[in-house]
């Protein structure tokens, strides 16, 4: 069978036409116009997540990793959800959990004035699905962790249950 290039099986696809599936690689039926960007990277997200493996048994990777034993004793991650956006009114990837590490010494570099560090975890920022994903890994490499649950978004109702209290010392007469 001759490979098709992708840009020949999207125009395919694009105008309806049936496309052979070349090395693994299928093309459906469905336009690609009628999916929007946010439901095209949804739907792999979907796809990305049911694609993990497991291992049943717990596994101890601090001696394959090459990190020094400094850093894996003395080391403490912070899992958190961070915190949304004042310009985001969505709710998509809010759900998110967090893992940083603590800030090592950092000096500044007498030529350009810049801050240096000799940590290389100190900028790491890991993401993770679940609260469990993100202990789970820190165990994994024998990192300390410290747990800061997620506050919880409440309803917006206690401004409009004050209302009628707040207006009635005022009259418009």
């Not at 599936?21 to 095209?40: D, E, G």
């Amino acid at each position: 069978m001759a490979a098709v290039s992708m840009s020949v099986a999207l125009r395919q696809a694009l105008w309806g036409r049936r496309v052979a599936t070349v090395a693994a690689v299928s093309v459906s039926k469905v336009s690609t116009r009628s999916l929007s960007t946010s439901t095209w990277r949804l739907a792999q997200d979907q796809t990305r997540d049911t694609q993990l493996i497991t291992v049943d048994e717990k596994l101890d990777i601090t001696t394959i990793t090459g990190v020094p034993e400094e850093h894996i004793k003395t080391r403490k991650a912070r899992i958190f959800v961070p915190a949304r956006n004042n310009m985001q009114s969505g709710v998509n990837n809010t759900k998110k959990w967090k893992m940083e590490f603590d800030t090592r010494e950092r000096w500044e570099n007498p030529l350009m004035g810049w801050a240096s560090t000799a940590d290389p975890l100190s900028n790491l920022v890991l993401t993770f699905s679940t609260k469990e994903d993100a202990v789970a890994f820190a165990e994994k490499n024998a990192w300390f962790c410290h747990l800061l649950s997620g506050i919880e978004e409440r309803l917006n109702a206690l401004p409009w249950l004050l209302f009628p209290l707040l207006t009635s010392h005022f009259s418009l007469h």
